[in-house]
């Protein structure tokens, strides 16, 4: 019998019918005669309310203390979990964090799993009980709670089924599965049903939001075969898997958009060795992180201007190191743009074809959408662009690149 | 510098400006010179969502798992406690059951605290820290979390005081201090500024709520000297301290009453060995707890009246089982009332002196009140009354035994 980890974000757990609902979804499995973990998020809404109490109640932050508070919201889900599945006639229990252990490192917050010990768990699994863990929660240094930061509960579900050996991790969320690209704007937006995880790693980066970065990195490092799919319907999801498990591969996989990120220009600085660091050290010292560069070739060999993105929320705070250097730095002018957007075409056969980069170019420039900014890696082009063009811009590459349901 | 131990009940911590204000309590002790350990129970209202949640989503009951949900929000209040001390200067750090750890035994939803290493938690506290130890929660048997029971957090607090050797124990709760009588019903009730554990234990138990019965039981078996005290006033409250640390005793402390009983009769039962047994055995086995019982003088040698109280939420119960057993317990009728109250009066002082008992009767007696049953100890006599006749009572036993405040 299989080991299966089955994960249930917060809306899919946001509720005590919607917590019997899961319950339901896993006896089914279990019946099925699968040996079942199960993760859980808190109650959608709950870590919210945590989280504002912590930051109500002091000037301070210390996020020992914040993990203390925000990672109840987990432990109330497991607890309920539980109890609905007993309910039904099904043998659980749950595990606190620290219960397990999922050991973490000491970055509170927002901690890295560094050893999850699921001998006794898997045990347990084998005899019939069904797992119920807590996710997002972990047991750090000086046996202290720590929590995992934003969607951690995803990087629970996946570290888990690694640690167990689990033929697969299903991740069930709002969503039905990945999609070529946002089915919001693009209406012909198809369901992928594979894809490889360094084709999820760049959606999830370049900001689809179905499942979290870093449970895509665990997954792809451990090679575990992670199932994205809705926990409202019984439609099958879309597998994340090896690229090689992929036989049949579309040059391009999907289009994604980021509407986080903000333009910043510095006109007719130096043109000399060193000047991007006296630049981009500051502002990574102010824990800014800069995403796309690009250097306009110099207009007279002498002077260049500068364009880089940040993200959108932290753009008052790049401007005000940058306006605070400005003798340092001699730039002339001081520009920025917070309506912009980076449009991604993501593909792993990008890899053996020539002229994706090209068809991206040209299908922008056809609609009249001027690129102001470009970044490639082996997999993705990245475009920055002006917001108001998101629409046209998605659309066109979606069937430019033969991705539009028939 | 002495260690003290506060303690703050739900109402205390009912929102961030209580949690602010409590705080506000700490810091003034710990900048006295101190050495504090706080005790905090859940944000008022937050146990009673828990618990319903609990019994809203499974007919069973596992109170493993019933311990996980509700244990949750003493979790979020010592986050917050920590994080509103640090936020004015106080170094503070959360203690979760677990993390003591608080041992108990494996009594879930009711466990006991069996030993608390107060070691570490002792030596920070002397290096000036100040630790915020969880209320009502415990580590239990193979790891599992436990808690206490109701006004648990108080047993939390006493238990801790002696494992830390505390110079004192301070409950902050809604009332200031322990009254001679319910100051509600008796305008002219004086507050005790010193109450020996004995007197206290029967106060608490016969329906006095200031206090947990099992709290009162560590702070006696360990010498813990408690005081209770209002967390809305800065005016001392009352001691709790051992019978000889009171110098003048009052013959009476306290008149306690209790709504919860209900009285149950059954006549012309056999008047011979072992039908006592007969009749509190299969209560016993229901798990009902039976409390005052007097048997009428026989009739005629053969038949006699038995009557005794239940708890009155389990009347319909013990009606049950006793209706259930007509045949084998041959009485004529099962006569109930659930319209009684059962008052006390108590006082160490009725060791030394006679006459306290007759006091009462005749007391009751002029105002025309008929006394139902009645029960005795070394240090309380407790009646049963009709419940119209509670206000009247209480307020003459005050009179009579010179408690009115001048």
Known sequence: MARIVQKFGGTSVADLDRIRSAAGRVKRAHDAGDRIAVVVSAMAGATNQLDLWTRSIARLHDAREYDVVVSSGEQVSVG???????DIGVAARSWLGWQVPIRTDGMHGRARITRIDAAEIGRRMDSGEVAVVAGFQGLGPRNRVTTLGRGGSDATAVALASAL?????DIFTDVDGVYTSDPRIVAKARKLDRISYEEMLEMASLGAKVLQTRAVEIAMRHRVTVQVLSSFSDAPGTLLVDEDEIVEKDIVSGIAYSRDEAKVTLTRIA?????????FGPLADSGI???MIVQASSHDGRFTDLTFTVGRTELARALEVLAGRKA????DELLSDPSVVKVSVIGVGMRTH???AQKMFQTLSKRGINIQVISTSEIKISVLIAEEYTELALRSLHSAYGLDAE
């Open 271 to 279: 043109d000399r060795p060193g000047v991007a660091a006296s630049i």
């Open 80 to 86: 309920l979990m539980a109890l609905a599945l007993q």
């Open 328 to 331: 340092d730095l001699g730039y």
């Open 354 to 356: 020539a002229g994706v």
């Open 165 to 169: 050996g689990a033929e697969r991790c």
């Open 289 to 291: 992180n800069v995403d």
